[in-house]
């Protein structure tokens, strides 16, 4: 941990930084390319934080580099209350992103007000909730992601400290009431709700190189679509039976009745997309195998 920077001990978001850009590799496998900055666009709002002051993380030996990113759009009522559970994390080493979507209000100026302690923020106009996702996403530097909405909020300052066992070992975890502690995730957990809520996930950042972003094509349940696909590539999740988030949800996906049928609409299709390609899998599966079973023996 030579050479590293402290700006301020008393934030999460203010240690262990570094004045050497990092280098970016893409690998031919990888679903998308990784990015410091987005390249400017005319009708932008505002960018900033400490990468555009020079300053830069990466993981450390016992400390893996814990990226987390809150897309929020006119949020100016409820953002601060998200990025204090953040900034005042014991975990030192953390790095914290915001996406606005070109708020009209004052969440730019609140965002401005900690600009200090976040490490990459920019507002301008996307597509959507999908489009700052993965905006966030593809700007994220750490071996670990969470998505922590606005309004959302990490239960205590100790949470990441107290599980970064888990973090070091390499593997995606998950607050979830399932009670199995391997989350080999399958099908039928879809089939009645949404058993994975994004906020209270922590996911590997080389899961999302493999299997892709979230799709633009769902308005209302790209999380559910992603972790359908993470079955697909046999994704598995370790059980976390701490309660990491607390899921205030005031944004667009539950504000209204309607935009609840959407997306109730829109997983219902997703699952049934899913589920009949699988089921198509499992029945050809079957059949090989009855066919060439002695062979295979």
Partial sequence: MNNLINLNEKYSTTRFLTKKQPVII?????????????????????????????????????????????IVYNGEEYLE?????????????????????????????????????????ISEKDKGISDAFNKGIMTCQGEIINLLNAGDTLINESILENNVIHFKHGINIASTLLNNNILKLNYSYYKFGMFLPHPSTFILSKVYKEIGLYSIKYKYAMDYEFFLRAIKYNITFDKNSTITTIMDDPGQSSALFKCWIEELKAKKQVLHNYYLIFSIYKIVKQIVYSRFSKFLK
């Fill in 81 to 121: 209350k998200t990025i204090k559970s953040i900034i005042n994390q014991t975990y030192s080493n953390l790095e914290y992103i915001i996406i606005d979507g070109g708020s009209s209000d004052k969440t730019i100026d609140i965002i401005k007000k900690y600009e200090g302690m976040i490490d990459y923020w």
């Fill in 26 to 70: 893409k690998e031919n496998k990888d679903q998308f390319e990784s990015i410091l900055f987005f390249p400017n666009e005319i009708n932008r709002k505002g960018e900033g934080g400490l990468r555009k002051k020079g300053y830069f993380k990466k993981s450390q030996k016992n400390k893996p580099l814990i990226s987390i990113v809150t």
